[in-house]
Structures are given as C-alpha cells and as structure tokens.
C-alpha cells in the first residue's frame, strides 16, 4: 500500500513538474520571438509597434552606455511589474532583458513582458487535474489489487475457512482443494496429510488413555481393598498404620484420576450420546449445594442461592452431575473461611461464583491438570476440563470470568438439542 501510494505521488509530482516547466518555457519562447521582431525592425529602420501590442504584451527600448552594454549579460529573464494600457493597471508578469548594438555602434536595452496570470490559472489547473488523476489512479488500482487478490486467493481462504471450523475427533470434512494453481493444491495435500496424522495420533492416544484407566481400575481396587483389609488388623505398629494411611490416601487419589480420566475418555468418545433424558438442573444443584454445607461447615460460608426460573436440560443424567458437582464442590474447595458463594440459574443456564484475590490463567483453566496455585492434595487437576468437555458435548458453553474479586463460572446453552 505505502510504496504504490509513494510511486504514485512521485510520478504526479514529477508529471506536475514537467507540465509547469513547459508552460513557463513555451513563455520564454514567446518573449524571444516578440523580442527578437521589434529588435529585427529596429535594425533595419523599420516603424516599431506600437508599445503596447494588444492588452498584455508590452516592450520597453532604450539607449544605454557602452559600459552598461559591456557590463551585463546580453538576455535574462525575470519576474516583475508591467502596465496594462487598457486596463489601467499592473500586473505580475514574466520579462526578457536583452541587450543589442545596431551597426553604428549605439548600444540598446529592450524589455518585452508578458502577464503571467494566464499561465498560473493553466499551472493551477493543471495542479488540479494532476491530483485528480493521481487519486484516480491510486482508488483504481487498490480495487483491482484488491479484486485480484481476493480471486487469487479464495481457494486460501476456503482452506483457512475449513481450518477454522476443524475440531479434532469429530472428523475431517472434506479438505478444500485448488485444482488450477499448484500451490494451493499443494497446500491443501500438506493440510490434509497433517490432519489426518493428527487424527490418527488423537485416536491412538484416546484409546491409550481408556484401555490404560479401564486396565488400571481392577488392581487399584484390589490394591486398596487388601490395605482396608491390612489397617483392620490389631497387630500392626502405631508408626506402620500412619504409612499405610499414607499410602493408602496416595492410592485413592490414584482412584480418582484413574476414574476421571475413564469418564473423560468416555466423554470424548461420544459413549453417551445416546444416554440421554431431561434432567432438572435446578435440583441437582440444590442437592450439591446441600451435600456440600454439611462437609464444607466449618468454613462458615454465606450461601446465595437465586432461582429465578427453571432450568431443564436434554443431556445424559451422569454428564449432568459430573458438572454441576465439579462446579459447585470448587467453589466451596476454593473459598477461605466467612466467603461468600452464590449461585444464580435462570431460564438457559445457572453461574456458580466465589470471592477471589486475582483471575485464574484463562488460557489453561480448562487444560488437563491445570491447577492454579500449585498442586493440591486429593486434586486431580480434571475438574474444570471434565466440565468443559461435557458442556462442548452437550451443547453448553462454559465460560470463566473474574469481576469485582469474584470468580464466576457461567454455563448457558450455545444451541437446541
């Protein structure tokens, strides 16, 4: 855009330019010839003109000395007054000096003139037409670059359009191919062979993920079962029964991830897609709420609970729990002793918020094992991306953010099932 629009105002003012120093030149040209007629007639005897030749031309002859003659140079050119006889005034106007001997030795001055406002109307318009031209010029070639550009490049934006709309593990789509320029096409190919090796991986790595957590739950169980079994015998040392509390607290924690990540899987697989009924939110929500004053009363919290009308969901009645659960117990973990919590649901969504010191990190609050403020005892770090993917999979939106030293997690729905 800057260089087009440089190139352009060079070659106007260079344009501009070139006309004004014709004009002025073709003026000079003018005073020579009208100067070199009188000084024609003067040398051979003829009569001279009349001194003022029509409106505008004049000239001026006088004698001068030959150290005048000899002194200053024969022509030059300048700008002064000259006398309009007819109309009574003066005017700017471009002048030729020249100096001329005749063939007795008597030496002579004429200055011819002419009105130069002629010529400054002719520059100004010409002034005028060249801008014009060049803002022609410049708006016509930014629409044709912009037309070309944009036909040049739609099969690139056709790709980043399907690009933008791509979600990994929910297919593909067919890759938008440019089967006339080569470039594109082998964009296109590069995208597609990528798209499908991370498909391919994102599968895999699904699958891992569910067959190392359902592999891992039977000897978890069994693990923590025979330490109940261990902790229920009268023999074992005081200072034994606090390590295997330990390991036995290790082995729940291990539990939990294990499960969450089985749900999650399952979750992402679309396993409960098809385990759908409609689910009042309002009571699971009242009921989580319920369940967590009693083990969060010593916090001592203010609950604010507004109801303003009833919220009622097609989604599987597990998913639905996971997420309200998730929600709701973070904010009673996460609130200090006297906080305020305060839960809000209305006709296509509920928020869940609690006081907070700073917001969290908004680009890894749903990440896996994000945990703000370092790792936490008897958290997994799964919470928040279990309840995100669950709202990305029920149709909801789930949305963080922080206002007036609250944290509010908003959860509405983004379409109909």
Known sequence: MLPLVLTLGLWGWLSYKAMEKKIYDDTDLILQDYAYGIISRKLSGDSLPERFNGVYNTYHIREVSEEYYLSNPQVSYYEGEAELVNLEEF????????LFRESD????????SLPVFEQDVLVGHVLTWTVLLFAVLLVAMLVISLIVVNYSLKPFYTLLDWMDTYRPGQGTGTVPDAEDIIEFRRLADTARNVVDRFEHQYAERKLFIGNVSHELQTPLAVCSNRLELILDRPDIPEDM???LVKLHRSLQGMIRLNKTLLLLTKIENGQFADEVSEVDLVALISDCIGMCEEIYAYKELSISVNIQSPFTYEMNEQMASVLVNNLVRNAFIHSAKGD????NVYQDGFLVSN???????????????????GRKEGSTGLGLALSYAVCEHSGMALRYEFSANRHIFNVNLKKSK
């Open 355 to 373: 006081t907070g010191k700073s917001p969290l990190d908004e680009k890894m609050l749903f990440k896996r094992f994000y945990q703000p403020g």
């Open 241 to 243: 029964v606090d390590e």
């Open 91 to 98: 005017a700017s106007s471009r002048m030729r000096r020249q």
């Open 340 to 343: 305020t919590i305060v839960v």
């Open 105 to 112: 030795g008597r030496c002579y001055e004429i200055v011819v």
